[in-house]
Structure formats: structure tokens, C-alpha cells
């Protein structure tokens, strides 16, 4: 019987053996986001810092021919996923997929970065009432080594319904898993279904909201509350502020902002106003350098 979570690894010797032979740490980020009929777009970045000359000079030799790299991962992943379908009977397919190779210059030194992208089709299984429950496909459970994180994209107009086991971090849109952790037979397990809708019209961000808070026995208390105003737009929801914060203090607090938008699953738009946010209170710097800001924390 397939294991489909081999996903993580197949076509990665080639990649283990690179930084077993250079005695490299690598650090590994799986995206998944969740499209509506269930299927999922992947992106794997794995990443590797690099101190020798040797070591900068394979990544680059590496990064002239991208196509084998291509050739050799879309075999082993379209043999997994075919045998995945034919073991859960559901119809799937690899679409869209490519394999990238490039050195890149950060505020610590160079780091050698693989990125693997591909539409994983079917991967969830989709219910009659509209849910999406995905799990199903990693048969005999799934691993993330220390330094690795799977983070799943929820789409817009869902919730999560069941999350299993504990996520170790929560966003308004997203769950994440952090290695070193073993799941077990069909986890990790993430049920979503269409949110439920607002009654009555949202109130408007900059606008007075009224709140009432019980008072015992007595009738509610009406208490005002004025929402943040800057500058016409809405201030940032804590959670999306936790999530750039918790970024630029794993990165040892220094990090390029491109680098916060990849790793958030926020907008450029987004990220660049909770930057400007929390620079007007002093929380932190930027810095260009060439075509990218650096993020400095400060306190």
C-alpha cells in the first residue's frame, strides 16, 4: 500500500545526499493551499545555508539545468500520486509542476534554496454538504524533521471544523505543524467547511461600533468603541500582527520582508501596512538594500 505522505521526500535523494556530502543543515517549509473542489497547491522550499565557496559553486551548477531536477521529481511524484488514487479510488493528478534552484543573499550570508511547485488534484476528499477533509492521503501518517514546518492555506469562505492533532500555530487563514512531530495513520487531519454568514450588515473599520456588555441581572450596558483609524484603512487583525512578528523573531530578528510574505501567506499589501504599523510605534526598522527591505525587531 502507498504511503502518499513519501510526498515529503520522493524525489529528495538527490537532496539528502547534497547535504549529507556538505554536512549542511537544511530547513524545509511545505505550503498547502486548499482550493475549494479540493485540490492543492504545493510549494516545498527547502533551504540550506552555504559558507564555502564549494558549497555556493554546486548550488549554482545546480541551478543552470533546473529540467533534470523537473524530470526526476515529476516521475516519483506522479508514481505516488497514481498510487494513491488507485488505493483511495478517488480521481487525482499532478498538474503545473517545477523545480527551481537558486542562491540567494540574506542578512546572514548566502543560502542555497530548492523550490518545488506543483497542483496536486483531488487531494482532499469534498463532502456533499461543501466540506473539505484532508488527511485521507497520508497512508501510514506523515513526518517533519526538526526544521521543518507544514503550514495548509484555508480558502476564502471557509472555517476550520477539526484540526487534528493541535496545530502549533493558528492564523485567520491558515494552520501549521512544526517538526520534529510523527503523525499518525491519516494525520495530519483538517476538516474546513463554508463559514457562516454574518447577519446584518458588517460594521464598517473606522466607524464607531456599539458593543454591549450584560450587566447581571439587570439590562445590557452599551459601551462605545472606536475602531483604530490609519490613514483611511483598517489597522490589521492581532492575529495577522502576531503572525509577522513570530516571523522576524524565528529568523533571529532580522529578516528581508519578501521573505515575511512567503513564510505568512499574506499580501504584499498586507505585510507592507503592518510593517508601516508597528514602525510608526517604534517596534521595528527598515532598511533598504538594493531591491529589498531588511526588517530589524527592535523591542
Known amino acids: ?14 537532496i539528502i545526499a547534497l ?14 493551499t486548499i482550493l475549494p473542489d479540493g485540490s492543492a497547491d504545493w510549494v ?12 555556493i559553486e554546486i548550488f549554482k551548477s545546480m541551478a543552470t539545468h533546473p529540467e533534470n531536477l523537473t524530470a526526476d521529481y515529476s516521475a516519483r511524484i506522479g508514481t505516488i500520486v497514481s498510487d494513491a488514487s488507485r488505493v483511495l479510488g478517488r480521481s487525482m493528478s499532478i498538474e503545473g509542476l517545477s523545480v527551481g534552484v537558486e542562491t540567494v543573499e540574506t542578512v546572514s550570508g548566502k543560502m542555497g534554496l530548492i523550490r518545488i511547485e506543483f497542483t496536486w488534484r483531488g487531494f482532499a476528499k469534498t463532502t456533499p454538504t461543501g466540506a473539505i477533509e484532508l488527511g485521507d492521503v497520508f497512508i501510514g501518517g506523515f513526518y517533519l524533521s526538526e526544521g521543518e514546518t507544514l503550514r495548509v492555506k484555508i480558502p476564502a469562505g471557509f472555517e476550520v471544523a477539526e484540526a487534528r492533532p493541535t496545530p502549533d500555530g493558528r492564523g485567520a487563514d491558515y494552520v501549521e505543524w512544526r517538526g520534529r512531530m510523527v503523525f499518525t495513520d491519516g494525520e495530519p487531519r483538517l476538516v474546513i467547511r463554508p463559514a457562516a454568514q454574518p447577519q446584518g450588515p458588517a460594521p464598517q473599520w473606522g466607524e464607531p461600533v456599539l458593543l454591549y456588555v450584560a450587566g447581571g441581572a439587570a439590562a445590557s450596558i452599551p459601551v462605545i468603541y472606536a475602531a483604530y483609524r490609519m490613514r483611511g484603512r483598517r489597522r490589521p487583525r492581532e492575529s495577522e500582527l502576531d503572525i509577522v512578528i513570530r516571523i522576524i523573531k524565528r529568523h533571529g530578528g532580522v529578516v528581508y520582508q519578501s521573505q515575511i510574505v512567503r513564510e505568512s501567506g499574506l499580501s504584499k499589501s498586507t505585510v507592507s501596512t503592518i510593517l508601516k ?3 510608526s510605534e517604534g517596534r521595528v526598522t527598515r532598511v533598504r538594500e538594493g531591491r529589498e527591505n531588511i526588517v530589524r525587531l527592535t523591542r
Open 277 to 279: 504599523m508597528l514602525e
Open 44 to 55: 516545498i522550499e527547502h533551504r540550506f545555508p552555504l559558507s564555502t565557496p564549494d558549497e
Open 1 to 14: 500500500m502507498v504511503a502518499a505522505s513519501q510526498v515529503a521526500g520522493i524525489g529528495m535523494m538527490w
Open 19 to 32: 547535504a549529507a556530502a556538505l554536512a549542511l543543515p537544511s530547513y524545509t517549509v511545505y505550503h498547502l
